[in-house]
């Protein structure tokens, strides 16, 4: 089985291969056949089609669901799977406060999984800094003086001082999304 992730960052394909080389992939793999060692996920970048910085659930949504359907249109009958992984700002109706919002989406070219990951509060400095036009992952390099945060631990790692990762959250939601294509239930 390939699959293909919408990106170039080693997070989000680390992300896709926890959930495929795991217990959680397994019921996916024995679906086609193939034995739990012929997964091969693929990191293919393409183009998110949203801003740089998805602002509410909807664009973030879009973004996976673009990636994924970008892999798929970008090497016709490469990929079994199709997996978008968008990570953006969104609020929550009965909080005020911003948060890192995490969305994933698989596709097989007739089907579509949607999934999300855990949402963490926003720093209010960071926030306002998001709000002002900023996108999230060069804001977390200059609060955190560092570079790269987002092809590492992410503003996830760093929110709860490691407790989650990065690659952990974005599997979460790719989990998630699998659902169509694992269990009887859709």
């Known amino acids: 089985m390939r699959v293909g992730v919408g990106s170039g960052n080693p997070v989000k394909r680390r992300a896709v291969e926890q959930v495929l080389e795991s217990s959680r992939g397994a019921d996916l793999v024995d679906q086609s056949g193939e034995g739990p060692t012929a997964v091969t996920v693929e990191s293919v970048p393409v183009p998110s089609g949203v801003s740089e910085q998805p602002a509410g659930h909807p664009e973030t949504i879009a973004g996976a669901e673009n990636r994924a359907a970008a892999v798929l249109d970008a090497e016709p009958d490469t990929y079994d799977l199709a997996v978008g992984i968008e990570g953006g700002v969104a609020g929550f109706d009965g909080a005020d406060e911003v948060f890192l919002v995490m969305w994933a989406a698989v596709s097989d070219g007739s089907r579509v999984g949607r999934g999300a990951g855990p949402s963490l509060e926003l720093p209010r400095d ?42 952990d959250a974005l599997a979460t939601a790719v989990a998630g999304a699998l659902g169509p294509f694992v269990s009887d239930l859709y």
């Open 126 to 167: 960071v926030a306002a800094r998001i709000a002002g036009g900023e996108e999230l992952g060069p804001v977390m390099d200059d609060v955190l003086d560092t570079e790269g945060i987002a092809r590492r631990g992410g503003a996830a790692g760093a929110l709860t001082n490691g407790r989650v990762d990065r690659a």
